[in-house]
């Protein structure tokens, strides 16, 4: 029989050996932690670097495209009605288009009837068309008078928005958003066919898309299928200096999907040949 100090001993030898086989386990935990935050870091080093590459990449393409619009070869220029093409840079194809934005309804400066008929392609019904065409019209202009369907200060406070109409020019499309009544389908659809940059209350129908063309006096869909089909089976028109565009980049590398936007104007000056307005990453496709 073994006496209490031997037992002892044994408890003190096993209660060692436990600690050091937690040890041991705590220290493996540890090291498979660092290894796995190791590799994580790494993950995140090369996504950053990839989609920074991607970025360069991009901004690059929108400056070719650029350059091109300056070439006195028209057969060298960018179509600017927003057909795609493909360009390659860097290894990597990028698909890019060139809006130029006269094909496009200016918000600031279109009137009531085409912006309503716009409204009823983006998904309204005629009433409802009307009436957001009016608020949008309430929204550019100053005073404080409104149209039969518009809204005036005290209906975005009954609203709960927390701001009033601007009583100014609209200074981005995605403004529109904030106009009373605005819901994202109707205006999803339609932000594609509006611009702030052309500076001109008409729509030259050379350089428009299909709804923008739709929204015409007198439009149908007989009637834009047959100018489109025209169009495909001509030259792509050139580009005009002076003018405000959109230009589009996108691109998809190893699972990665990244798209730039940049509207520009060709001012026609020496000085200042380009003036930018906006170049941004986006995630609408």
Known sequence: MQDSGTQDAGRQRGF??????????MLAIIVASILSIGRSEALIAHSRTHTAALEATLDAVINKAILRMFDRDAAAQPPTDGTAF???????????RVQDEAGKIDLNLANGAVLMRLLEIGGLAANDARMMADRI?????????HRLGGAEESAYGDAGTGYGPRRGPFPNVAELQLVLGMNKQVFARIAPSLTVASGMPWIDPTYAGHDVLLALPGANEASVATALAARSASTPPGVVIGHAFTIT???TDHGLYMMKRAIIRLTGSRDVPVWVYSW????EP
């Open 16 to 25: 060692a050996l436990l600690m050091v086989l937690w040890a041991a386990m």
């Open 249 to 251: 980049a996108a691109v």
């Open 280 to 283: 941004d990453r986006v995630t």
């Open 137 to 145: 019209q309430d929204w550019r202009e100053p005073g404080d008078l």
């Open 86 to 96: 493909v360009d390659v840079f860097g290894g990597m194809q990028v698909r890019v």
